[in-house]
């Protein structure tokens, strides 16, 4: 295979990983803003119905006062059928937007399958977890994005190197791009979990002391959560979001242990989970949490402070290289660079 063409190779190999990411980028914030329409559906319905109601109320007195012997019904009458008429329809998506939502609805009914266990397994499905993507959907549009991959990466590949490249190498041409279009998502969303792992620990001993303020002027356990939500979204941005997903799970019917499970097994952290019992223990017993708080506050500052020595100490050892490789030459041309030039003129003068 020439240069030319193991550059191509590597050209769409990068691109097709750029558009996994930017699909994936597209998907969350699809899923943010399915999740806004979905909700401003459910209030536009609610209301609706408190409406149909209080009409179908004031219909129905009336019909009985002016005439008790009609008996006709009252949710029968023009206003309640008007109302009924005028229910909210989703509207028509069209574009990248309903192309994904399309995708994401043929991946969540092919997960039950087995080929949908096999492609997105539970190590995968805990990753999307990490990722912060909840639903079905993404799991759905990951399964989809790996099944592409795997079949749009080696049909490029054998149209590129069909005419050019000898049948060992194209065979494993294609092997290697059917490997490459499988495992990309999974690269991503295992690069993100990382960091979102590595988030988390940096912005728990914040978390912590936020707590702990809001608790020390007398909001409860579901204010204080609310306001790190609403409020601190900016300074938290992995906590405050796994936080507004625990919130929802527990408006929406689950107690306070079963939404922040998830939290708690996610990320693999001792510390979080330490966080999460104790913010069990208060909102099943109750009590004052000011100074548990404080003294874990404390603990992990001091864990912090001695990972950064850490950190520091492995700097200083690889920064010696560094040194020997960039600082020495120069501090020998500048120390010995005189001397060795008056040598050289005396040897030079002797000779003449």
Request: with cysteine.
């Given at each position: 295979m020439q240069p030319t063409q193991l550059l191509a190779l590597a050209l769409v190999v990068a691109a097709a990983a750029l558009l996994l990411l930017a699909g994936l980028l597209i998907?969350?914030?699809?899923?943010?803003?399915?999740?806004?329409?979905?909700?401003?559906?459910?209030?536009?319905?609610?209301?609706?119905?408190?409406?149909?109601?209080?009409t179908a109320r004031v219909d129905q007195s009336a019909v009985k006062a002016s005439n008790a012997a009609n008996g006709s019904n009252a949710s029968h009458s023009p206003n309640a059928s008007a109302l009924r008429g005028v229910a909210?329809?989703?509207?028509?998506?069209?574009?990248?937007?309903?192309?994904?939502?399309?995708?994401?609805?043929?991946?969540?009914?092919w997960l039950d399958t087995s080929i949908g266990r096999q492609v997105?397994?539970?190590?995968?499905?805990r990753l999307l977890e990490q990722c912060g993507f909840v639903d079905v959907r993404a799991r759905g549009l990951f399964l989809i994005a790996r099944i592409v991959?795997?079949?749009?990466?080696?049909?490029?590949?054998?149209?590129?190197?069909?005419?050019?490249?000898?049948r060992p190498r194209y065979v494993l041409a294609v092997i290697v791009a059917f490997v490459c279009g499988v495992m990309a998502p999974k690269l991503v969303l295992r690069r993100?979990?990382?960091?979102?792992?590595?988030?988390?620990?940096?912005?728990?001993?914040?978390?912590?002391?936020?707590?702990?303020?809001?608790?020390?002027?007398?909001?409860?356990?579901?204010?204080?959560?609310?306001?790190?939500?609403n409020d601190f979204g900016g300074v938290l941005p992995v906590l405050s979001s796994e936080l507004e997903i625990a919130q929802r799970q527990f408006a929406a019917g689950r107690t306070?242990?079963?939404?922040?499970?998830?939290?708690?097994?996610?990320?693999?952290?001792?510390?979080?989970?330490?966080?999460?019992?104790?913010?069990?223990?208060?909102?099943?017993?109750?009590?004052?949490?000011?100074?548990?708080?404080?003294?874990?506050?404390?603990?992990?500052?001091?864990?912090?402070?001695?990972?950064?020595?850490?950190?520091?100490?492995?700097?200083?050892?690889?920064?010696?290289?560094?040194?020997?490789?960039?600082?020495?030459?120069?501090?020998?041309?500048?120390?010995?660079g005189p001397g060795v030039l008056s040598v050289s003129h005396s040897l030079k003068a002797m000779h003449r």
């Amino acid at each position: 295979m020439q240069p030319t063409q193991l550059l191509a190779l590597a050209l769409v190999v990068a691109a097709a990983a750029l558009l996994l990411l930017a699909g994936l980028l597209i998907a969350r914030l699809a899923a943010a803003r399915r999740s806004v329409r979905t909700l401003a559906h459910a209030l536009d319905e609610r209301a609706l119905q408190s409406a149909v109601a209080a009409t179908a109320r004031v219909d129905q007195s009336a019909v009985k006062a002016s005439n008790a012997a009609n008996g006709s019904n009252a949710s029968h009458s023009p206003n309640a059928s008007a109302l009924r008429g005028v229910a909210p329809h989703g509207t028509r998506r069209d574009g990248i937007e309903g192309l994904l939502e399309r995708c994401a609805d043929a991946g969540s009914r092919w997960l039950d399958t087995s080929i949908g266990r096999q492609v997105v397994a539970q190590e995968d499905r805990r990753l999307l977890e990490q990722c912060g993507f909840v639903d079905v959907r993404a799991r759905g549009l990951f399964l989809i994005a790996r099944i592409v991959g795997a079949i749009v990466l080696p049909l490029v590949v054998a149209a590129l190197g069909h005419a050019q490249v000898d049948r060992p190498r194209y065979v494993l041409a294609v092997i290697v791009a059917f490997v490459c279009g499988v495992m990309a998502p999974k690269l991503v969303l295992r690069r993100r979990a990382a960091a979102r792992c590595s988030a988390v620990v940096d912005e728990l001993p914040m978390l912590v002391d936020l707590l702990r303020l809001l608790q020390g002027v007398g909001l409860s356990l579901d204010q204080s959560l609310q306001v790190v939500v609403n409020d601190f979204g900016g300074v938290l941005p992995v906590l405050s979001s796994e936080l507004e997903i625990a919130q929802r799970q527990f408006a929406a019917g689950r107690t306070r242990e079963q939404s922040l499970s998830r939290l708690a097994s996610s990320f693999q952290n001792e510390d979080l989970r330490a966080v999460v019992r104790l913010l069990i223990q208060v909102d099943r017993h109750g009590g004052a949490v000011q100074e548990p708080l404080k003294q874990f506050g404390d603990r992990l500052r001091e864990t912090r402070r001695a990972m950064l020595r850490e950190r520091i100490g492995r700097m200083a050892v690889k920064m010696t290289g560094v040194m020997v490789l960039t600082l020495l030459p120069a501090l020998m041309i500048v120390t010995a660079g005189p001397g060795v030039l008056s040598v050289s003129h005396s040897l030079k003068a002797m000779h003449r």
